[in-house]
């Protein structure tokens, strides 16, 4: 997603965006191998900022 900061450790890839920090990709490896995100995301940054349609979606609450 533009604007995201990824961040990755061997198998596994977040991709976390500055404002609010959501968290938009967690990647992680099935029992296979085989990475998959398995994080409820919206599809653009903007669509975060919109509190109409997303009020509280990925947002990371607590100091």
């Known amino acids: 997603m533009d604007g995201a900061l990824t961040i990755s450790a061997g ?4 991709e976390v965006l500055p404002y609010g920090a959501h968290l938009v990709r967690l ?4 029992r296979d191998g085989r990475a998959a995100s398995c994080v409820v995301a919206l599809g653009a940054a903007e669509d975060y900022r919109d509190r109409a349609q997303n ?6 609450v607590g100091r």
Do not use: M, Q, R
């Open 11 to 14: 198998p596994v890839t977040a």
């Open 27 to 30: 990647d992680l490896p099935d």
């Open 55 to 60: 009020p509280y979606l990925g947002s990371v």
